[in-house]
């Protein structure tokens, strides 16, 4: 099988459905959850829609608002992502998703933003 390659477009639009998914699973609007999360509700509604780009740190404001443990799991496959107790089932993916390489590729820069914002702080303490 010949993976995709990897498009800024698609992983933003891919990003943006799952979080309207876990938000409309929780019967959260949008203007609830960008007050949660210190956005406009027309920036998560573009957000949504793949049109705007996520700062890592509303990254992390968004998965703790959508009772995820991490923020990566919003990246995850709906039948790998967990979300906290007391959490509706997830909602099914598109099926033009990221595929698993493209996944992996996007967690490793994850994680490489999230060790340089952790060094960054140590620098400034």
Known sequence: MVEKPMEAGHIYQSLGARIRDLRKSLRQTQDQLAKQIGISRASLANIEAGRQQ???H????LA???QLDSPAQLLLAPQAR???????SPLPLAEDGLTEKQRREVLSLMGDAMQ???NNGRENA
């Not at 509303?58 to 404001?61: D, E, I, N, Q």
């Open 64 to 66: 703790s608002a959508l």
């Open 82 to 88: 967990a979300p906290k107790a007391g959490a509706s």
């Open 58 to 61: 509303h990254l992390f404001a």
């Open 116 to 118: 340089q914002g952790a």
């Open 54 to 56: 996520v700062l890592v």
